[in-house]
């Protein structure tokens, strides 16, 4: 899926949720998939990245 395509969908989905939830309802949705967004990315900043290993040659 291109980035296009994913735009298109994410809209899609989030009109459909503001026509099906109260305010409120929507509201902590957003709230709590922002949340999620954020945790996802401080996962991804913070993982352990395989190092390269070193050989000393002696």
Do not use: W, Y
Not at 15 to 21: K, S, T
């Amino acid at each position: 899926m291109n980035a296009c395509q994913n735009l298109f969908m994410l809209s899609g989905i989030a009109c459909r949720l503001f026509e099906c939830l109260s305010e409120e309802e929507f509201e902590t949705l957003a709230a709590d998939l922002s949340a999620l967004g954020e945790m996802m990315g401080t996962l991804l900043a913070h993982q352990c990245k395989p190092q390269k290993e070193t050989v000393i040659l002696t």
